[in-house]
């Protein structure tokens, strides 16, 4: 079947240190998604990707990174220069249409030790 | 300002109950519309979209939509609550390839 997997599930992340969410999709779209989710506060797009080796800010960059070398591939770096990392990540995609839903992966849990 | 609202944090019906959850959207133009449910810990499912045509649309696990241009809202209906649809639902319109997102209704389901 094909979908969006995310890993790890959980992750913990030490003052100082980057770590990277890994998002695949082998739905052959060719747009993809990172969102961030707090309580109460719905999703935030951080980055997306139309295409491969192209990528545009969202809403809540600032302290991220990402990569899209591959089309089935859009990992997520979060830097030390987030100062909040603590959240729930959630990756989609979607067919580069206007008017396609986004479909999603089941998300990482970023916590701070 | 273009914004999606979803009045409602949270809700709470009784098993069997009728469910509507409120979306309304501030847009220049008609969007294209959707509804997401959100099970604790998972990622987003679609169960729902707008795009044209006939304003009441179906989706799966028995839900519907209205779409009224008039009021710019996109409300989510049910007639009768299982306790499995217990989760956080996600109203979400697209402009061209972008897509907004509500913030979101919790939803309880009582015995």
């Known amino acids: 079947d094909g979908g969006i997997t995310q890993s790890p599930k959980y992750l913990f992340r030490k003052e100082g240190q980057n770590v990277t969410l890994s998002c695949e999709q082998n739905?052959?779209?060719?747009?993809m998604y990172w969102y961030r989710q707090d309580p109460g506060q719905g999703l935030r797009l951080i980055y997306y990707?139309?295409?491969?080796?192209?990528?545009q800010k969202g809403d809540i960059a600032e302290g991220y990174s990402v990569s899209r070398e591959k089309k089935e591939s859009f990992p997520l770096t979060v830097t030390s220069a987030q100062k909040n990392p603590t959240a729930f990540y959630l990756c989609?995609?979607?067919?580069?249409?206007?008017?396609?839903?986004?479909?999603f992966g089941d998300g990482t849990r970023l916590s701070i030790l | 300002a273009q914004s999606v609202t979803q009045p409602d944090i949270h809700i709470t019906v009784s098993e069997g109950a009728s469910l509507e959850l409120r979306c309304n959207y501030s847009y220049g133009a008609t969007p294209y519309l959707f509804w997401y449910v959100q099970s604790p810990g998972q990622g987003l499912q679609l169960l729902l979209k707008?795009?044209?045509?006939?304003?009441l649309v179906q989706g799966i696990k028995g839900f519907e939509a209205e779409f009224k241009r008039s009021q710019s809202s996109f409300n989510l209906r049910k007639p009768s609550v299982h306790w499995s649809d217990a989760a956080e639902y996600f109203c979400a319109v697209g402009i061209n390839n972008d897509m907004r997102f509500g913030a979101g209704t919790r939803l309880t389901v009582k015995p």
């Open positions: 739905l052959n779209h060719d747009a």
């Open positions: 707008y795009f044209s045509g006939d304003t």
């Open positions: 989609a995609s979607r067919v580069d249409r206007s008017g396609q839903p986004q479909h």
């Open positions: 990707s139309q295409i491969v080796n192209d990528f």
